[in-house]
């Protein structure tokens, strides 16, 4: 068995301070090994989300955690400087939301979007992003990828501008992808499009999945 890419120790999240806290996340423990997927199963406000969006640090900074551990790649993400956590952050660990329209920016072309991840993390050569942006389109499923660059995210599917963000969230390579409730807005058969593309990007690029449902 190899180690742990992912491994959250006793964490606990709680929102407010003093006589107002709240603990919304009791002490929750559990490993991830690379290529593999892990599911978080459980019902509306258990805490699954804000679990994930501790492992990305992006709770509000209400949120405190008073207890518990997230090592990733043998660091503790909860302990590293924000500049080195925005370096992980979208290049080593990836995230999916549950909306993507809301994730998406109404006002930017889907080129732009997903080239400005691409950019974040070191990328200069317009002509080398526009290809890998091509090149993830096409890798989502997203027919005529060159011909959606200038598109808006009104102008897709709730399926399509789901594999929008997907592309996005893997534009880097990244080692850890987090997808939450992936499937929650759309229909039934696109679903289970979103689903089996999931599983085969996974296999493909042989990734860690924390799979929120």
Do not use: W
């Amino acid at each position: 068995m190899s180690a742990p890419l992912l491994d959250v120790r006793d964490l606990s999240i709680a929102f407010g301070a003093g006589a107002k806290e709240t603990l919304v996340v009791d002490r929750v423990s559990f490993k991830l090994e690379p290529g593999r997927t892990l599911a978080l199963v459980g019902e509306s406000g258990s805490g699954k989300s804000i679990t994930a969006l501790s492992v990305v640090r992006l709770l509000a900074p209400t949120a405190r955690h008073p207890s518990g551990e997230i090592f990733f790649d043998g660091q503790d993400l909860l302990r590293v400087r924000e500049d080195d956590m925005r370096r992980v952050r979208g290049a080593e660990v990836s995230m999916v939301f549950q909306e993507p329209m809301t994730s998406l920016n109404p006002l930017h072309t889907i080129e732009k979007q997903v080239a400005e991840i691409l950019a974040q993390h070191g990328a200069t050569d317009r002509a080398d992003m526009r290809a890998r942006v091509i090149e993830g389109l096409k890798e989502v499923g997203i027919r005529d990828p060159e011909g959606r660059l200038g598109a808006y995210p009104h102008q897709l599917s709730g399926g399509q501008r789901q594999r929008v963000m997907i592309a996005m969230a893997l534009a880097n390579c990244p080692k850890l992808f987090i997808v939450d409730e992936p499937t929650t807005a759309l229909d039934v058969t696109v679903q289970a499009q979103i689903l089996s593309l999931l599983r085969d990007l996974q296999h493909r690029r042989n990734m860690a999945m924390l799979f929120i449902t």
